[in-house]
């Protein structure tokens, strides 16, 4: 083998490779939300997932998709892209978002008109949400929120999903390899506040919550397929 296995080389590569271009009237918009990611470091997701979750949509052809964490709405720009291709499908995107900081940024983007009569940016936490707006029969699931609720948030929604295929793509379950570290499974807290390594301190919440969440859906009646993007995309359906 010419080159040697390497998670950053297979990372860059995915994010790099050639593909579709962006239709021309939405080039504007996405190129301001890019802008805004690498001004603020803002860990919206890539190109390459992206066009998964677009790929989904046009297939699923979802009616109703929610999304928990959804920034500035980078994640939703995907699949608000798959309306052009497909009459009469998306009737509403749920956005969630606590951040203030992000609503702003939400409320300065080009957003199409048409894309906009779709779109319902929840200012606040998307538990609240779930209650608040009283959501039902989602068809599309993106989870990017905090880590350590991923169960709890899961639990809640799970049964206001559709029954008719439903699909929830999952996103950093594999947390830069943390979740191999096993910190959760051997290590108290205890121990572990004791340690000096204060990078595995701070993983810990998010390594331990997507440790949970894995052991609640192979318990489960869904199905999983785990796909190695950077860090790691988790689709479930039923
Ligand atoms: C990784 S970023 C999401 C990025 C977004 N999906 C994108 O790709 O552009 C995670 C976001 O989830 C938000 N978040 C975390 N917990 C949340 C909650 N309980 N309700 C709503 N948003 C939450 C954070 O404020 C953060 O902006």
Redesign the pocket.
């Known amino acids: 083998m010419k080159y040697k296995p390497c998670w950053d080389l297979l990372h860059r590569f995915s994010e790099n490779h050639a593909r579709m271009r962006i239709p021309d009237q939405y080039k504007k918009l996405y190129d301001e939300?890019r802008a805004i990611?690498d001004r603020e470091y803002?860990?919206?997701?890539k190109e390459d997932?992206?066009r998964f979750l677009q790929f989904l949509s046009l297939l699923k052809q979802p009616k109703k998709i929610f999304?928990?964490?959804?920034?500035?709405?980078?994640?939703?720009f995907w699949f608000l892209l798959s309306i052009n291709n497909i009459e009469n499908n998306i009737e509403a995107i749920y956005l969630?978002?606590?951040?203030e900081r992000?609503w702003k940024y939400y409320d300065s983007l080009p957003w199409p008109q048409e894309w906009l009569l779709k779109i319902n940016y929840?200012r606040?936490?998307?538990?609240?949400?779930i209650e608040e707006l009283n959501v039902e029969e989602i068809d599309l699931l993106?989870m990017?929120?905090?880590k350590s609720?991923y169960l709890d948030?899961f639990l809640r929604i799970e049964n206001r999903m559709s029954t008719d295929f439903p699909i929830v793509v999952v996103?950093?379950i594999f947390w830069k390899g943390n979740i191999l570290n096993d910190l959760s499974n051997q290590q108290s807290n205890q121990q572990l506040n004791q340690q000096t390594d204060l990078i595995k301190k701070m993983s810990y919440p998010s390594v331990n919550g997507i440790e949970k969440f894995y052991n609640y859906i192979n318990n489960s009646n869904w199905h999983s397929i785990f796909f190695p993007y950077y860090d790691g995309v988790l689709l479930l359906y039923k």
């Open positions: 939300m990611s803002f860990p919206a997701i997932l992206g999304e928990f964490g959804s920034g500035y709405g980078q994640s939703a969630t978002e606590t951040k992000l929840y606040g936490d998307a538990f609240k949400a993106f990017d929120g905090q609720s948030f996103d950093n």
